[in-house]
């Protein structure tokens, strides 16, 4: 699925999703159980990824196994086609390995329906892009506005959790600015209080400081820290030293293959 997709995702039930309904989800109704926090959030043994090109068959993923706990703060470095990307992809349910068992909140990703699957992505997971992927035509508060309106939040509430949004990541003053008229810095912000304006357990980040000067680094990984400390689980790739070692832990990936390393 294309990132610019993702963002515009909608799941096919347009309503308001009340706890009944929640409890459908096998996602969400063990997060409502809330008896798994001691226990792994992602869960991935000896998934592997193929692609063909021609007559040669590149392992994007090869045996990836790897634990992420609730509340962590984990970085995933490897340098350019090591796999990082299609590592994000599987763990945010936007595509399947060819072999390999997921786990995610104890649960086996094949007994997720599509249905569910884009439940979880809509509010379990808060997607963040290198490119950012904001709608343009959007003010960055309509930008953050929009994972709601598809959540079938109320106009009142929404706008709340707009306010508070932007709040958390130091950007109310900028909230009727359209992207172009913020920098590459401040459009990262917006796509930040996007991710998690929909509160979700997880934040998933792609390489969200790739496009940014160093400076303007740091700022994004303060709110990231920010965001940890707060509670949320993180993800983040990179294939910057400095960047992965501010996480609690990292783990190395090259041709696909993981392993835990000290930075
Ligand atoms: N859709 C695809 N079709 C064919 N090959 C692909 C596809 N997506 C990824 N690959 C290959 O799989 C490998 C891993 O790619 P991936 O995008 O996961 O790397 P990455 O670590 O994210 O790289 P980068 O740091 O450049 O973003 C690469 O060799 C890449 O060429
Ligand atoms: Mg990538």
């Not at 997709?5 to 929640?22: F, I, P």
């Amino acid at each position: 699925m294309a990132e610019e997709e993702l963002v515009q995702e909608k799941s096919s039930d347009d309503e308001e999703w009340d706890e009944t309904e929640a409890a459908e989800c096998p996602a969400v109704a063990a997060e409502c159980a809330d008896s798994r926090y001691d226990s792994d959030m992602i869960d991935l043994k000896d998934i592997c990824k193929y692609y063909q090109i021609g007559d040669e068959r590149v392992r994007a993923l090869d045996h990836a196994t790897m634990h992420i706990y609730p509340h962590e703060f984990v970085s995933i470095i490897g340098p350019s086609g090591s796999g990082k990307s299609t590592l994000m992809n599987i763990i945010g349910c936007l595509d399947v390995s060819d072999a390999g068992r997921y786990l995610l909140d104890g649960i086996p990703i094949e007994d997720y329906s599509e249905n569910d699957l884009a439940k979880v992505r809509n509010e379990k997971i808060g997607f963040v892009f290198q490119s950012f992927n904001l709608i343009s035509k959007l003010s960055a508060e309509e930008n953050v506005e929009l994972p709601l309106i598809y959540q079938g939040v109320k106009k009142h509430e929404r706008d709340e959790r707009v306010k508070q949004a932007l709040e958390r990541v130091n950007l109310s003053h900028r909230a009727k600015h359209m992207p172009t008229e913020l920098s590459g810095g401040q459009q990262q912000r917006v796509a930040i209080a996007r991710a998690l304006v929909t509160n979700p357990s997880l934040i998933l980040a792609d390489e969200p400081t790739g496009n940014l000067d160093s400076h303007t680094s740091q700022e994004i990984m303060q709110i990231f820290h920010g965001l940890h400390k707060q509670g949320n689980t993180i993800v983040l790739i990179t294939h910057d030293n400095n960047v992965a070692k501010e996480a609690q832990r990292s783990i190395h990936i090259l041709d696909g293959k993981l392993s835990e390393v000290k930075l």
